[in-house]
């Protein structure tokens, strides 16, 4: 393969991460291009409508509409997908791939669902597939577990992933203001999206735990096949109780595998963390994320996990890892089945099954204010094997109720809910009951 001495890059979509993307490759191109040793062209730039304002300056010549011919532009040697979506953006990251082409992309969505499809055209046309940017915005976790720490098979890795929800849960905290409130509020300042969903009912965060497992263990884990909990459920109470406990409550995704069982679980969901650990103290709309190796113990990451310079930062460094590829005909690291055996083996690999899956876990319960009511419920998770370690009593909002608030010992997610459905048929217990798990995880 002939190395090229001038790198073109095809930009399919120019909004928020692309103006970014441009206007910091543009301005430290002369820097850039010394370190790389080949000259940067921007070349071409696909986007849906060219008459648009933007904040950075493209020639008009350069413009087109057409992502598909930007992705397939012989000259074209490195495509940035930064459309989004799961449609176009997979079209143009095949229609590329197949033409040996490095792509990079910034797309969660599209690699959480068509991942296995985009590796395997990758290897069969020989192209090569960048996506820093999709986990973490300015966090280079993917190159960290990719290669700073390929000598470490992954017990535990845990994080905070979505900026939205660490902000909505800081200000609930710091403010003791209601999850409504705050997230009205949110939206108003651009913090949160118009619809909120995916965010903060945890789909974002699950989407990007698909990608961290599937780096670390070579399997991709499918989101119907996590526990996914968002932080809608959330209130002042919880905030101000798992604080006197010693916790704040962060969205986080855990992905722990047991490597002599062989088994792999990904979760997403509010934990009452330790203030002891640092990713307790992660707030506002900054990621943070734990990964312990079996070589170099735990290793911690903190960031700002999205927003146009962080992700065109993110972006940027994989563009100058595809520029050695291409000048140097030398690969860098890069994720497939291999390296993934390699960081604990996906042969055999298993979902661990719920039982296996243990925590100490934070329960509130709205239930009828009358004699005998604790004891019900004593009963019930007794019946599951799940023992009692605090239980609170306050008012509540509901009329002639109380409102518990238990935290048990070690129990399992199967036990806990079973006792969940045992608590649901109690006429006493008058709302589903809320479940938070407590992480003890060690740093
Ligand atoms: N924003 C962040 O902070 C962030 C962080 C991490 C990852 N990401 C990911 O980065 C990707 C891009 O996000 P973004 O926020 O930059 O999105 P965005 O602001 O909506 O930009 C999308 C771009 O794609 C272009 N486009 C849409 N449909 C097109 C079509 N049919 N043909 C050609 N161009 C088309 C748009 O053109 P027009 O400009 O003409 O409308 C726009 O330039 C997404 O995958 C997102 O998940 C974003």
């Not at 604990?344 to 319960?365: D, F, H, M, N, T």
Request: glycine share 10%.
């Amino acid at each position: 393969m002939s190395k090229p001495s001038v790198i073109n890059i095809g930009f399919c979509g120019l909004g928020t991460v692309g103006q970014g993307v441009w206007k910091h490759l543009s301005a430290s191109r002369a820097a850039l291009e010394a370190r790389l040793g080949a000259r940067l062209e921007l070349y071409r730039v696909a986007v849906r409508n060219p008459g648009k304002a933007r904040g950075v300056d493209i020639p008009a010549a350069k413009l087109t509409t057409d992502a598909l011919a930007v992705a397939i532009d012989p000259a074209v040697h490195i495509v940035c997908e930064l459309i989004g979506g799961t449609a176009l953006a997979r079209e143009v990251t095949l229609a590329a791939l197949a033409r040996g082409k490095i792509v990079v992309s910034a797309n969660k969505a599209l690699l959480c669902e068509s991942g296995a499809e985009i590796f395997a055209a990758a290897r069969k046309g020989g192209g090569h597939f960048f996506f820093e940017a999709s986990v973490a915005g300015g966090i280079p976790i993917i190159k960290a577990l990719r290669e700073g720490l390929i000598a470490n098979r992954f017990p535990r890795i845990y994080g905070i992933l979505n900026g939205t929800c660490n902000y909505l849960l800081t200000r609930m905290e710091r403010e003791g203001v209601s999850y409504a409130d705050v997230l009205a509020d949110a939206k108003r300042l651009g913090y949160a999206e118009a619809d909120e969903t995916l965010d903060v009912q945890g789909w974002d965060t699950a989407h990007k735990a698909a990608i961290l497992a599937y780096l670390a263990h070579g399997m991709w884990v499918k989101t119907d096949q996590m526990l996914v909990e968002g932080i809608t459920r959330i209130t002042q109470t919880d905030i101000v109780h798992a604080a006197q406990l010693g916790y704040g409550i962060k969205l986080l995704a855990v992905i722990t595998r047991d490597f002599e069982a062989n088994q792999l679980f990904v979760r997403v969901h509010p934990t009452l963390l330790p203030r002891r650990l640092v990713l307790a103290n992660v707030d506002g709309v900054y990621n943070g994320i734990a990964v312990t190796g079996d070589v170099v113990g735990t290793t911690i990451y903190i960031g700002r996990g999205a927003g146009q310079d962080a992700t065109a930062s993110a972006v940027i460094g994989d563009i100058a890892d595809a520029v050695t590829l291409l000048t140097s005909g030398k690969s860098v690291v890069v994720p497939d089945e291999a390296a993934a055996i390699h960081a604990g083996g996906r042969k055999g690999v298993k979902l661990a099954p719920l039982e296996s899956i243990c925590s100490r876990y934070y329960l509130r319960l709205e239930v009828r204010d009358q004699p005998g009511v604790l004891a019900q419920v004593a009963t019930i998770m007794a019946q599951n094997r799940v023992s009692i370690e605090s239980v609170i009593q306050r008012g509540s909002r509901l009329p002639d109720a109380a409102m518990l608030i238990l935290t048990t010992h070690q129990s399992n997610e199967q036990a806990i809910r079973t006792t969940l459905a045992g608590l649901a048929q109690l006429a006493s217990v008058l709302e589903e009951p809320l479940l938070l798990r407590i992480g003890d995880f060690e740093e």
